[in-house]
């Protein structure tokens, strides 16, 4: 089994930026684990945000966040992070942190990651 335990929420205002923190527990390796974060706005279905692969060397973003977000890994500290610069309204939602045993792909579907976090709120006032 895998826990993921997620921090670094808030409420910002627009403009600002937060980095969250993704901490990985359990038996198995984190560095065998692709790792991504979701995030889901009230009324709205739970949407991919990025997802990095096992050794980092891969990163995906939706378009809305390319520029703006940055996801990368310490496996050391089994430790994923999403920062997030130049926060919009629109980016308010529950961030979940997953992750996907493989080292092979680098999923930016919710069906393919294994295990998940409880979520952190994000909330950025305009």
């Known amino acids: 089994q895998v826990q993921l335990v997620e921090s670094g929420g808030g409420l910002v205002q627009a403009g600002d930026a937060l980095r969250l923190s993704c901490a990985v527990s359990g038996r198995s390796s984190f560095s065998l684990y692709a790792m991504g974060w979701f995030r889901q706005a009230p009324g709205k279905e739970r949407e991919f945000v990025a997802a990095i692969s096992w050794s980092g060397g891969r990163t995906i973003y939706t378009d809305s966040v390319k520029v703006r977000f940055t996801i990368s890994r310490d496996n050391a500290k089994k430790t994923v992070y999403l920062q997030m610069n130049s926060l919009k309204s629109e980016d308010t939602a529950v961030y979940y942190c997953?992750?996907?045993?493989?080292?092979?792909?680098?999923?930016?579907?919710?069906?393919?990651?294994?295990?998940w976090g409880q979520g952190t709120q994000v909330t950025v006032s305009s």
């Open positions: 997953a992750a996907m045993r493989s080292t092979t792909t680098t999923p930016q579907t919710a069906r393919e990651y294994d295990y």
